[in-house]
């Protein structure tokens, strides 16, 4: 991860930072709100977020900032421009059947187009699958394509002050894409605690998860320890596609001479088991799935800081308005002086 590793030695690292769920739609929301879910109504997947509750975007001074999004949203109406973000690129077209009533549920999201204007055509011949376009060459995969995005952004933004969120799917499942071969796997280890099997203690949900996973695989197979270590290598693959292509967008944020004077924040929605407990997703209350990274860079910032203690990401929207000098709204419920930031 050489490009998230040098991020990191120029960052605040946050050793011990916790989603407030580890589920997709109720951490997004979070982080877009500070707001804890059942506070901002998104307490599982696909429940759409109020128009009513506020975004970051939309907290901010009106018109002086750009705001963009580009990625994964799963707050609803997926490819519509909203919560005060102007500019507005999708990559998935799964979720267009849940629309609101009233909205086109046959539109198509910018990643669509551009795999047909590059000669693609969806094997069910309407829309391209989550598995399908995991499947593609690295350079027409969504990382890519949003890498690209995002610096197409960037240099059309370097004069104006500018809000971009970009979100990456992967390492979601479908588990498996172009750098699937890049780790041995003699040389992926089973985590330590691999056959620490959840107890009669733990809740019944959890255990039937071990259950169905041992029965059905996930993606792959995983009756054997090596089945185990192909779904990690599979995942490895995927944080160093990511890591690449947020290095692309690092990259151009120097090019562009922007780096002395943009805040960028890294971090995840939720975290995955991965063989943990021979689980192997999120939506269970472990470290694994509820911890995940965090690192903060400041404007001109070339050394970093790590801070131990732990952190919520309900933490994130108060900090970033105050790292902004914008005011903060009464009804946040983060606060954005829990960690002391160095001053520069």
Not at 79 to 98: K, P, S
Not at 141 to 162: I, Q, T, V, W
Request: with cysteine.
């Amino acid at each position: 991860m050489p490009n998230l590793n040098r991020l990191a030695e120029q960052s605040v690292v946050f050793d011990q930072a916790y989603v407030t769920q580890p589920v997709c739609t109720p951490s997004r929301s979070t982080l877009l709100t500070g707001l804890y879910p059942h506070t901002n109504g998104c307490i599982q997947n696909n429940i759409p977020l109020s128009a009513e509750t506020p975004c970051l975007p939309e907290m901010l001074s009106v018109g002086n900032y750009n705001t963009a999004h580009f990625g994964k949203w799963h707050l609803g109406d997926e490819l519509y421009a909203q919560h005060g973000f102007q500019e507005w690129v999708g990559i998935e077209d799964g979720y267009t059947h849940r629309c609101s009533e009233g909205k086109d549920k046959s539109i198509l999201s910018g990643y669509h187009h551009f795999l047909i204007e590059n000669g693609f055509t969806p094997r069910n011949g309407k829309k391209f699958d989550r598995g399908e376009a995991a499947r593609l060459p690295e350079e027409y995969g969504k990382p890519a394509f949003l890498a690209r995005e995002a610096s197409r952004f960037l240099h059309e933004n370097r004069d104006k002050p500018f809000v971009l969120y970009v979100n990456f799917i992967e390492p979601h499942m479908p588990f498996f894409g172009p750098r699937d071969n890049q780790y041995d796997l003699a040389e992926v280890p089973l985590p330590p605690n691999f056959e620490a099997l959840p107890g009669e203690q733990q809740p019944l949900k959890i255990r039937a998860k071990v259950e169905a996973f041992r029965e059905q695989g996930c993606t792959v197979p995983l009756r054997t320890d090596d089945d185990w270590r192909r779904l990690i290598a599979n995942y490895w693959g995927l944080c160093s596609l990511v890591d690449t292509h947020v290095g692309t967008i690092l990259d151009t944020l120097e090019a562009c001479g922007l780096s002395d004077n943009t805040i960028v924040v890294f971090t995840s929605d939720h975290g995955d088991m991965l063989g943990s407990h021979r689980l192997v997703a999120k939506c269970v209350m472990y470290q694994e799935s509820v911890r995940v990274p965090l690192m903060i860079r400041l404007p001109a910032q070339t050394k970093g800081q790590r801070v131990m203690g732990p952190v919520s990401q309900v933490d994130v929207v108060p900090t970033l308005l105050e790292l902004m000098g914008q005011p903060q709204p009464d009804h946040l419920q983060g606060t954005g002086d829990t960690v002391e930031l160095p001053v520069l």
